[in-house]
């Protein structure tokens, strides 16, 4: 099977989870707490993984699959192909208002991201693309994503690292023309992506990072980890996304 072939079967079951979702959000939820209050796993979030695992399972049997809910393996090592799933992200948006969530979706070979798949479903909004393939939202390709400098553009910030000045994160987002805080990683990325912002700042697990450095790295922007680590799938880590110009200004900042 081509590239193209593998992508048009993936967008396939993205299109199909997001009806699936749009039609659970029409029953009550189902909602748990995992390690506070603010972070939340519903139904819909573990029946969505559980959507994309039984397919990846039955046309891919022999690739490693990491997803946010733990109901895929438990990948140490990233040889041979892997797929990275977060399958409703911004979760507490979607439990508080049925909206500004993304349902996302990687496929990484050799530790190298392949393709990837943001869809924010209430938008029909899906971003996709991947390595040598150009990247899309929905059938519209994008091109020369414009180079926002810090001063000019909107930035976006994870809620906490903004309230605790994580990476002087106020610092840096007060030379910004203003500051947005959508809590969701994928949204984050996506406005980035669209040209209507010029950086995403936040503290992140591999499936909330995994699908957007895919389609970034193809676009020319730059993704890296603010601890000045190099970017590992296997941790929790502070993810600086930007413009090259945004990067550059808010890299000389931090020095
Ligand atoms: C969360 C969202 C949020 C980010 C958190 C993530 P989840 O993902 O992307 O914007 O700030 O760090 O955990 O848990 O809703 O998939
Ligand atoms: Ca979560
Ligand atoms: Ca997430
Ligand atoms: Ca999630």
């Not at 208002?97 to 924010?120: P, S, W």
């Not at 690292?161 to 996506?190: D, H, P, W």
Request: proline share 4%; with cysteine; hydrophobic share 40%.
């Amino acid at each position: 099977m081509s590239q193209q072939q593998m992508v048009e079967e993936i967008k396939g079951w993205v299109y199909e989870a997001g009806e699936n979702i749009k039609r659970k959000l029409q029953s009550p939820l189902i909602v748990e707490e995992k390690t506070n209050k603010s972070d939340l796993v519903t139904n819909v979030d573990k029946e969505t993984e559980a959507f994309f695992i039984d397919k990846i399972r039955h046309h891919y049997p022999d690739d490693q699959i990491l997803g946010e809910e733990g109901l895929g393996d438990h990948v140490t090592d990233f040889s041979g192909r892997v797929w990275i799933i977060d399958p409703i992200d911004g979760t507490l948006n979607f439990v508080k208002q049925q909206d500004n969530f993304c349902t996302m979706l990687a496929v990484y070979e050799e530790g190298i991201g392949q393709m990837a798949f943001i869809y924010e479903v209430m938008r029909d909004e899906l971003l996709w693309g991947g390595k040598g393939m150009g990247v899309y939202l929905n059938e519209q390709v994008i091109k020369d994503v414009p180079n926002i400098t810090l001063e000019k553009g909107l930035i976006s910030v994870n809620t906490h690292m903004f309230l605790n000045n994580t990476y002087e994160t106020q610092t840096v987002a007060m030379k910004s023309i203003g500051v947005r805080m959508i809590g969701c990683a994928g949204i984050g990325f996506k406005e980035l992506i669209k040209g209507n912002q010029n950086a995403y700042i936040s503290n992140l697990q591999p499936w909330d990072y995994a699908p957007a450095k895919v389609l970034m790295e193809e676009l020319g922007l730059k993704m890296i980890a603010l601890n000045g680590e190099p970017l590992d799938l296997r941790q929790k880590v502070p993810i600086l996304g930007a413009t090259p110009a945004a990067f550059a200004e808010i890299q000389t900042r931090q020095n």
